[in-house]
């Protein structure tokens, strides 16, 4: 099976832009990742990492129209490809897989 | 709801480094967000979120490439750009060769004036250590508060400074004792050599390039003597005579030449032929018991070699504490001493008399800073006028580029690719006129050097750093003329140029008349410059001196028996039908041998002391010279050495009104820098009677105002007679020197007969201005001819402009001297201006560089009316004939063109 690199900031931005499903643009982005994480996300990483996923051609991006509301500028709006579904299951699989492997003792220390 | 507006400067930043393809909708987003940080926190907390934000992004993923904007391959263009230069300057051969002919102009100035201000500057710099050598320079003053610094010191400084003083690594003093005979035994010819006394360590300071001998051991030993080739060529005829001996007239044992070397270079202070060693007084018991404790006395240029890191400063203080500690000093004497560096000793001598020597040695000579500051500053002016020609020119010619520019900007050039192309042109014209530069450098350089009596070769006699230098120079003045162009051409608007809209905006105009004005007041004033130079040299050589300079042969008396015997030669030299008169003389009038100086009262005058200056004569001097006496009489025929004559200026400080035997008292006199009693015995004066007065009359340079004289009997106890004064007749005066050669050797049959003739000793003191009169001439010749190509092209542009009204003009009747009169006036108006600004720094430069002759010409108003009619004369001419060509054109013709 080929192997996907996702780091976490990469996996959560896949993930949210799933979640967005269809409204999924950089504010919109931003806004739910610090919502629903509680964690600061600046514009700058969330660009890089966005455009980094469209390369890999894990998300694809289609422009959207002008409007008012943002003085003119279009929305960028990203979806999730088939290849990063791909991906992401990956990345499930492998955390459960160690998830199973780990022993109950671990689990109950504390 | 009108929303907050963000800082359009952080918004232009990121437009300028993200990758356009992201630009957009990432700009929304940031906006999206400010708006609503906002309408929430603050426009302020906003802005500055926004701030932060756009800083984040600067970052590898979202920062565009450099090129991005560079759709051509540069180099492949870089060919293009040179093929396109070269077609321009063939298509345009008027405009190639009128700028390439100013800028050649201004390169042959710059270059010439250049050679020379670098070999005044590298003065000395052919000894390695020339940064750590430095002159010892005394400070004295006496105690009635006459200072005086002298580039002297005693035996003992030299001697102690290096023992003691951790930071002196050597020292070397040396003498110019003067003039003496010398003789190849073998083949006695006198030869007259001004001779030099030095230690051994001379040689290890300085490094003089040897041909043969150890400079190690050269002067070490007595009776040693160093020579140069060309005194050994002028000798021996030859150069291997190492080991050779040589004997001096006044001496008794012969000498043996241990070293020759090599002549010195022309930029070099030192002009030494030959070098004796010290050590051959050492055996001299008297010399020894005096030199050693000699601290404080000016008789011998001391060098001192400083460890690399040495303080110059503290060293000539630790040298003023060390002789007070051991000289036994006159009280109310104040001594003190400083060191300057070797470098500075040819054009920072000034007011440092150069001591050490005998006073029939004539002493180092001196560069003019002010010279060779006033060559910079023209050289760099005409450098400038060049450029500001080259820009104007081409800036004119743009109008017939315009389309061309239109359509490669059109075809995809950016601004850099049009800034490229025109530096590349302009660089293609700087090299073919620094090349043609070159050769005409190299063609006109024998006959510059014959003028300014140096040496220059094109490549050897300057080292890679000039060429460096001028090649920097010439680079950085093609990207300034060849980049105003460049960025002034590359702005406008691709569709306005393919409209032909463009260079109707006024401020290129008026930048291009403001350098025309700045060419022209730099042309004015090298104009009033010359003229005044000129004026003040002439005023120089030809001013009445007060005596007869012309047809008088100044013969140098230079074995015993010319003056002890002088009587008799006298007699002889009369008997010459062409002689008119003869008179022997201690100085004559203008010398350059420095002048004896004496310090004397009235007798019953008060104790005070006056300076005045003497010159030995007899009793045909003021006849010779046509010195015209006022009061009193000419010396007695009978030996009277106690009859004086005084000139009027002396006259008045000694306040005798008669000349009536009015005695005064001599006490002290001095051949150099230093008083010493006259007599032995130091309470005793020479007592004279002064017998006449004579009009006053230019002993000295124009430069100095006239100084109190005394005119002694020739057998007097200061100076003995020195030269033979002869009036002749000017026909065939070949002739009449065989004559007087003939009555000289007669004489004495080891006589060397040195002769000169006595105006031409006296030009020689303005011999410097009168070269700068000539450069500056040909400078501000230049100057003009660079501005006038300059004008000759706008013309000629500005003509081409109005071809079409000039046509118009004519149908509706226009005469051909209207239309002159139009195409002149604007250029006419210009020169106007420049003579405005001109006139005032001409007027300032010319007083202040007057100031420095205490007799010198007024800078009068017709100076500066002939400058400006010549440079007003000049700018119509070149317009003219534009605008007879424009003005003479059939209407038809231009009227027809569309």
């Given at each position: 099976?080929?192997?996907?690199?996702?780091?976490?900031?990469e996996?959560?931005?896949?993930?949210?832009?799933?979640?967005?499903?269809?409204?999924?643009?950089?504010?919109?982005i931003?806004?739910?990742?610090?919502?629903?994480?509680?964690?600061?996300?600046?514009?700058?990483?969330?660009?890089?990492?966005?455009?980094?996923?469209?390369?890999?051609?894990?998300?694809?991006?289609?422009?959207?129209?002008?409007?008012?509301?943002?003085?003119?500028?279009?929305?960028?709006?990203?979806?999730?490809?088939?290849?990063?579904?791909?991906?992401?299951?990956?990345?499930?699989?492998?955390?459960?897989?160690?998830?199973?492997?780990?022993?109950?003792?671990?689990?109950?220390?504390? | 709801?009108?929303?907050?507006?963000?800082?359009?400067?952080?918004?232009?930043?990121?437009?300028?480094?993200?990758?356009?393809?992201?630009?957009?909708?990432?700009?929304?987003?940031?906006?999206?967000?400010?708006?609503?940080?906002a309408?929430?926190?603050?426009?302020?907390?906003?802005?500055?979120?926004?701030?932060?934000?756009?800083?984040?992004?600067?970052?590898?993923g979202?920062?565009?490439?450099?090129?991005?904007?560079?759709?051509?391959?540069?180099?492949?263009?870089?060919?293009?750009?040179?093929?396109?230069?070269?077609?321009?300057?063939?298509?345009?051969?008027?405009?190639?060769?009128?700028?390439?002919?100013?800028?050649?102009?201004?390169?042959?100035?710059?270059?010439?004036?250049?050679?020379?201000?670098?070999?005044?500057?590298?003065?000395?710099?052919?000894?390695?250590k020339?940064?750590?050598?430095?002159?010892?320079?005394?400070?004295?003053?006496?105690?009635?508060?006459?200072?005086?610094?002298?580039a002297?010191?005693?035996?003992?400084?030299?001697?102690?400074?290096?023992?003691?003083f951790?930071?002196?690594?050597?020292?070397?003093?040396?003498?110019?004792?003067?003039?003496?005979?010398?003789?190849?035994?073998?083949?006695?010819?006198?030869?007259?050599?001004?001779?030099?006394?030095?230690?051994?360590?001379?040689?290890?300071?300085?490094?003089?390039?040897?041909?043969?001998?150890?400079?190690?051991?050269?002067?070490?030993?007595?009776?040693?003597?160093?020579?140069?080739?060309?005194?050994?060529?002028?000798?021996?005829?030859?150069?291997?005579?190492?080991?050779?001996?040589?004997?001096?007239?006044?001496?008794?044992?012969?000498?043996k030449?241990?070293?020759?070397?090599?002549?010195?270079?022309?930029?070099?202070?030192?002009t030494f032929?030959?070098?004796?060693?010290?050590?051959?007084?050492?055996?001299?018991?008297?010399?020894?018991?005096?030199?050693?404790?000699?601290?404080?006395?000016?008789?011998?240029?001391?060098?001192?070699?400083?460890?690399?890191?040495?303080?110059?400063?503290?060293?000539?203080?630790?040298?003023?504490?060390?002789?007070?500690?051991?000289?036994?000093?006159?009280?109310?004497?104040?001594?003190?001493?400083?060191?300057?560096?070797?470098?500075?000793?040819?054009?920072k001598?000034?007011?440092?008399?150069?001591?050490?020597?005998?006073?029939?040695?004539?002493?180092?000579?001196?560069?003019?800073?002010?010279?060779?500051?006033?060559?910079?500053?023209?050289?760099?002016?005409?450098?400038?006028?060049?450029?500001?020609?080259?820009?104007?020119?081409?800036?004119?010619?743009?109008?017939?580029?315009?389309?061309?520019?239109?359509?490669?900007?059109?075809?995809?050039?950016?601004?850099?690719?049009?800034?490229?192309?025109?530096?590349?042109?302009?660089?293609?014209?700087m090299?073919?006129?620094?090349?043609?530069?070159?050769?005409?450098?190299?063609?006109?350089?024998?006959?510059?050097?014959?003028?300014?009596?140096?040496?220059?070769?094109?490549?050897?006699?300057?080292?890679?750093?000039?060429?460096?230098?001028?090649?920097?120079?010439?680079?950085?003045?093609?990207?300034?003329?060849?980049?105003?162009?460049?960025?002034?051409?590359?702005?406008?608007k691709?569709?306005?140029?393919?409209?032909?809209?463009?260079?109707?905006?006024?401020?290129?105009?008026?930048?291009?008349?403001?350098?025309?004005?700045?060419?022209?007041?730099?042309?004015?004033?090298?104009?009033?410059?010359?003229?005044?130079?000129?004026?003040?040299?002439?005023?120089?050589?030809?001013s009445?001196?007060?005596?007869?300079k012309?047809?008088?042969?100044?013969?140098?008396?230079?074995?015993?028996?010319?003056?002890?015997?002088?009587?008799?030669?006298?007699?002889?030299?009369?008997?010459?039908?062409?002689?008119?008169?003869v008179?022997?003389?201690?100085h004559?009038?203008?010398?350059?041998?420095?002048l004896?100086?004496?310090?004397?009262?009235?007798?019953?005058?008060?104790?005070?002391?006056?300076?005045?200056?003497?010159i030995?004569?007899?009793?045909?001097?003021?006849?010779?010279?046509?010195?015209?006496?006022?009061?009193?009489?000419?010396?007695?025929?009978e030996?009277?050495?106690?009859?004086?004559?005084?000139?009027?200026?002396?006259?008045?400080?000694?306040?005798?009104?008669?000349?009536?035997?009015?005695?005064?008292?001599?006490?002290?006199?001095?051949?150099?820098?230093?008083?010493?009693?006259?007599?032995?015995?130091?309470?005793?004066?020479?007592?004279?009677?002064?017998?006449?007065?004579?009009?006053?009359?230019?002993?000295?340079?124009?430069?100095?105002?006239?100084?109190?004289?005394?005119?002694?009997?020739?057998?007097?106890?200061?100076?003995?007679?020195d030269?033979?004064?002869?009036?002749?007749?000017?026909?065939?005066?070949?002739?009449?020197?065989?004559?007087?050669?003939?009555v000289?050797?007669?004489?004495e049959?080891?006589?060397?007969?040195?002769?000169?003739?006595?105006?031409?000793?006296?030009?020689?003191?303005?011999?410097?201005?009168?070269?700068?009169?000539?450069?500056?001439?040909?400078?501000?010749?230049a100057?003009?001819?660079?501005?006038?190509?300059?004008?000759?092209?706008?013309?000629?542009y500005?003509?081409?402009?109005?071809?079409?009204?000039?046509?118009?003009?004519?149908?509706?009747?226009?005469?051909?001297?209207?239309?002159?009169?139009?195409?002149?006036?604007?250029?006419?108006?210009?020169?106007?201006?420049?003579?405005?600004?001109?006139?005032?720094?001409?007027?300032?430069?010319?007083?202040?560089?007057?100031q420095?002759?205490?007799?010198?010409?007024?800078?009068?108003?017709?100076?500066?009316?002939?400058?400006?009619?010549?440079?007003?004369?000049?700018?119509?001419?070149?317009?003219?004939?534009q605008?007879?060509?424009?003005?003479?054109?059939?209407?038809?013709?231009?009227?027809?063109?569309?």
């Amino acid at each position: 099976m080929k192997r996907f690199q996702l780091g976490e900031f990469e996996e959560i931005v896949l993930l949210t832009v799933g979640v967005l499903h269809g409204n999924a643009y950089g504010v919109t982005i931003k806004d739910e990742i610090e919502q629903r994480l509680n964690r600061e996300v600046t514009v700058g990483s969330l660009q890089v990492t966005l455009r980094r996923l469209e390369s890999k051609g894990f998300l694809k991006s289609t422009p959207g129209d002008s409007n008012e509301s943002r003085r003119g500028r279009p929305k960028l709006f990203f979806e999730v490809t088939a290849y990063g579904k791909k991906a992401l299951d990956y990345c499930k699989e492998s955390r459960d897989e160690l998830w199973n492997a780990l022993p109950q003792l671990v689990l109950n220390l504390k | 709801m009108k929303s907050a507006e963000p800082p359009r400067f952080i918004l232009r930043f990121l437009e300028w480094f993200c990758k356009p393809e992201y630009h957009a909708d990432i700009e929304g987003d940031l906006l999206e967000i400010y708006d609503r940080r906002a309408a929430d926190q603050g426009r302020t907390r906003a802005n500055l979120l926004l701030c932060k934000d756009v800083l984040f992004l600067f970052r590898p993923g979202i920062i565009r490439s450099a090129n991005i904007h560079q759709p051509i391959p540069s180099n492949g263009m870089i060919k293009n750009y040179f093929m396109m230069g070269w077609r321009n300057l063939w298509k345009n051969k008027l405009y190639s060769t009128l700028n390439v002919l100013g800028l050649t102009f201004g390169m042959v100035c710059f270059l010439l004036i250049g050679l020379y201000v670098y070999d005044e500057l590298n003065f000395d710099s052919q000894h390695s250590k020339a940064e750590s050598i430095y002159r010892v320079i005394t400070h004295e003053k006496s105690p009635n508060n006459e200072a005086t610094t002298v580039a002297a010191a005693g035996y003992m400084v030299a001697e102690e400074c290096k023992q003691t003083f951790p930071n002196v690594e050597q020292a070397t003093r040396m003498q110019r004792i003067g003039r003496a005979n010398l003789v190849d035994p073998e083949n006695p010819v006198n030869v007259q050599e001004a001779i030099t006394v030095a230690d051994e360590y001379l040689l290890q300071v300085f490094d003089f390039p040897l041909l043969e001998g150890d400079q190690r051991t050269a002067l070490k030993e007595p009776n040693s003597i160093v020579i140069t080739e060309d005194l050994a060529m002028r000798i021996f005829g030859r150069t291997d005579v190492i080991n050779k001996n040589l004997q001096f007239s006044h001496m008794d044992n012969p000498v043996k030449i241990t070293a020759i070397l090599k002549n010195h270079p022309q930029n070099s202070s030192f002009t030494f032929t030959s070098v004796l060693s010290e050590s051959t007084r050492y055996s001299n018991k008297e010399f020894m018991r005096e030199a050693r404790s000699d601290w404080a006395s000016q008789n011998y240029t001391v060098y001192a070699l400083l460890k690399p890191d040495a303080n110059a400063d503290s060293v000539s203080n630790e040298i003023t504490r060390l002789v007070h500690a051991n000289a036994s000093l006159e009280p109310g004497t104040k001594l003190s001493y400083s060191l300057q560096p070797l470098k500075d000793v040819h054009l920072k001598s000034d007011g440092i008399i150069d001591g050490a020597r005998n006073s029939n040695v004539e002493p180092v000579p001196q560069g003019n800073p002010i010279y060779v500051t006033l060559f910079s500053f023209t050289a760099i002016l005409v450098l400038l006028i060049a450029g500001i020609n080259y820009s104007n020119l081409t800036t004119a010619r743009a109008s017939s580029r315009l389309k061309e520019i239109g359509v490669r900007k059109v075809v995809g050039a950016v601004r850099s690719n049009l800034i490229g192309q025109f530096l590349v042109e302009s660089f293609i014209t700087m090299v073919i006129a620094f090349g043609v530069a070159v050769l005409i450098v190299a063609v006109l350089l024998p006959s510059f050097n014959e003028f300014v009596n140096k040496k220059f070769s094109l490549f050897s006699s300057v080292g890679l750093g000039f060429w460096a230098a001028a090649a920097g120079l010439i680079i950085a003045m093609g990207l300034l003329s060849g980049g105003y162009v460049a960025l002034l051409l590359s702005y406008f608007k691709p569709v306005s140029l393919l409209k032909g809209q463009v260079l109707r905006s006024g401020s290129d105009f008026s930048v291009r008349k403001a350098l025309v004005v700045l060419q022209f007041t730099i042309s004015t004033v090298m104009i009033i410059g010359t003229i005044v130079l000129f004026r003040q040299v002439r005023f120089l050589n030809e001013s009445n001196l007060g005596f007869n300079k012309d047809l008088m042969v100044v013969i140098d008396v230079n074995v015993v028996k010319a003056r002890s015997n002088f009587d008799w030669v006298k007699k002889e030299m009369s008997k010459i039908a062409a002689v008119e008169q003869v008179s022997v003389t201690s100085h004559v009038p203008g010398d350059w041998k420095t002048l004896v100086r004496v310090k004397l009262k009235k007798q019953g005058g008060g104790h005070q002391l006056h300076t005045a200056y003497v010159i030995g004569a007899d009793k045909d001097f003021l006849a010779t010279y046509g010195i015209k006496l006022l009061k009193g009489r000419n010396f007695p025929n009978e030996n009277d050495t106690s009859a004086i004559l005084i000139n009027e200026a002396a006259a008045r400080i000694l306040g005798i009104t008669h000349g009536s035997n009015e005695a005064v008292e001599i006490p002290q006199s001095a051949r150099g820098s230093s008083f010493a009693p006259v007599y032995d015995d130091i309470n005793a004066s020479f007592k004279p009677r002064v017998v006449g007065i004579v009009k006053d009359f230019h002993f000295q340079s124009l430069r100095a105002k006239i100084e109190p004289l005394i005119i002694a009997y020739h057998d007097n106890p200061i100076y003995p007679i020195d030269y033979y004064s002869v009036k002749i007749q000017p026909q065939n005066i070949q002739a009449t020197l065989g004559k007087l050669k003939a009555v000289m050797v007669a004489n004495e049959e080891r006589e060397p007969f040195e002769y000169h003739f006595l105006d031409e000793q006296l030009a020689r003191f303005y011999m410097e201005d009168q070269r700068s009169q000539t450069i500056l001439g040909w400078v501000a010749l230049a100057s003009v001819v660079i501005a006038c190509l300059g004008l000759f092209g706008l013309a000629t542009y500005s003509a081409q402009q109005r071809l079409k009204e000039i046509g118009v003009r004519k149908v509706l009747g226009a005469n051909l001297l209207s239309i002159m009169a139009l195409l002149s006036k604007d250029f006419v108006k210009l020169v106007l201006i420049a003579c405005c600004f001109g006139f005032p720094v001409a007027w300032f430069g010319a007083n202040r560089w007057l100031q420095e002759y205490a007799y010198h010409i007024d800078v009068e108003w017709w100076i500066f009316a002939l400058a400006g009619v010549i440079t007003t004369g000049i700018a119509l001419l070149t317009v003219s004939y534009q605008a007879i060509k424009a003005a003479l054109m059939t209407p038809v013709k231009t009227l027809k063109l569309e």
